[in-house]
């Protein structure tokens, strides 16, 4: 468990030297890419929302809680192979730090079955699928998406994750409009999402990093 800049915390995966957000801080990089690059980009009133890494959940939990301030419904399917353990969760701070009055809820998003529709709040559904990212064929949802998050680990430590193929099938369960955001600013990645038809920007980033991309189909 790592302390971030912001007071958040974030965790280290030893196996990829790689930490799950910014050390220059956590929940500041979840908002302003995810939230307000993308989710606010969004006009709809009924987001059809596609996170790539649930990981510690807080991009979820952001959301669902910005979906209350705004008043849009959310219906948020995440993919993730590896969850978390829940000990692990427990020690995770962003529930104190974001909002202490409704910190339950993010220990219930966790808490949440798999590969089925929970209803988390009024405003927000959420559906966890396990699901090998690689393999996105696989993957039939019942939706196509107005949002995607892409919040992989690094390319350079999981290119895998970050290949033409892979963003081909998101832009194809995407709807037309869709916004695609991500940390990483690669010329690589942008030059990906461009091949595949993707409308791309390059936007400054969150504190340590000078930029990121939005993607719209």
Known sequence: MTLSEDGSHTLFVPSLDEHYHSTRGAIQESLHV?????F?????RKVNLLEIGFGTGLNAFLTLLHAQETGKTVHYTTLEKYPLGMEQVRELNYGNLIAPNRKEVFMELHEAPWG??????PRFRLKKVRQDVTRLEEFQPDTRF????????????Q??????????RIHALSHPGAVLTTYCAKGAVRRTLQEIGYHVEKL??????????????
């Open 34 to 38: 995810y939230i307000r690059a993308g």
């Open 40 to 44: 606010d980009q969004y006009t709809g």
């Open 116 to 121: 089925e529709w929970v209803e988390m709040t």
């Open 146 to 157: 107005d949002v995607i998050y892409f919040d992989a680990f690094a390319p350079e430590k």
């Open 159 to 168: 290119p895998e994750m970050w290949t033409s193929d892979l963003f081909k």
């Open 204 to 217: 400054p980033g969150p504190p340590g990093k000078r930029e990121m991309l939005r993607a719209t189909r």
